[in-house]
């Protein structure tokens, strides 16, 4: 079974400030998708970003890069200029290409953004 | 984008009632959706995966009897906990799944809140 494993608890930065989220995973197919969400205080899941396994190139969504590590089995989320609106949980996620396609959920890092 | 919504967004019931949870694809159909249970400062575990029209898969642990879901139609799906108990209090998620989008993204309704008193 796929496992996903976020290291990090809780993790601060200064607004302004670069933060990088540590996330790293656990299979044994070829074919999946990688992804970052966002779950602010309302609760809302928000997806941040998403990475392809075939695609060699790190996903970028203005901010938010990702550093996958495909070799490593690791998958990043550096956040620039962090914003005050960034604070959140952030959980890393793995998905199957084949199958039920369902997610796997890290156990999540709370996000603070220092002012 | 697509949406997902979820009602009701807050109940409360008293112990050994039964609770139900829609989860309504605004603008989609969605093949598939997953029920998710989030437990406060804790990640999503997924509880089961539903297709419409036919019956749900469970993940282990997770009673079948207990959470009944119905997926009868491509934009409707439903939670009903059964006889509940102050230990099903909880965050409940439902997700969709575009089936014709290429990349079968999931999109999230914004979650049900559970008190059993």
């Known amino acids: 079974a796929q496992t996903v494993t976020q290291s990090q608890p809780e993790m601060s930065v200064q607004e302004a400030e670069t933060v990088t989220l540590s996330c790293t995973y656990d299979?044994?197919?070829?074919?999946?998708?990688l992804f970052w969400y966002k779950q602010p205080p309302s609760r809302q899941m928000i997806l941040v970003i998403r990475?392809?396994?075939?695609?060699?190139q790190n996903a970028t969504e203005n901010r938010f890069s990702v550093n996958f590590q495909k070799a490593a089995k690791s998958f990043s989320l550096k956040i620039s200029d962090s914003q005050l609106g960034d604070a959140a949980m952030y959980f890393c996620?793995?998905?199957?290409?084949?199958?039920?396609?369902?997610?796997?959920f890290g156990q999540g890092t709370r996000l603070t953004i220092n002012p | 984008g697509a949406v997902v919504s979820q009602h009701p967004s807050w109940v409360i019931c008293k112990s050994g009632t039964s609770v139900k949870i829609e989860c309504r694809s605004l603008d989609f159909q969605a093949t598939t959706m997953f029920w998710y249970r989030q437990f406060p400062k804790q990640s999503l575990m997924l509880m089961a995966t539903s297709n419409e029209g036919s019956k749900a898969t469970y993940e282990q642990g997770v009673e079948k009897d207990k959470f009944l879901i119905n997926h009868a139609s491509l934009t409707l799906s439903t939670l009903t906990v059964t006889s509940a108990h102050p230990e099903d209090s909880s965050f409940y998620i439902c997700?969709?799944?575009?089936?014709?989008?290429?990349?079968?993204?999931?999109?999230f309704g914004p979650g049900t809140r559970l008190t059993v008193l």
């Open positions: 990475q392809e396994a075939y695609k060699q």
């Open positions: 996620a793995y998905r199957s290409g084949q199958g039920a396609q369902k997610l796997v």
């Open positions: 997700s969709a799944r575009d089936g014709t989008s290429f990349d079968n993204e999931q999109f």
């Open positions: 299979t044994s197919e070829s074919d999946y998708y």
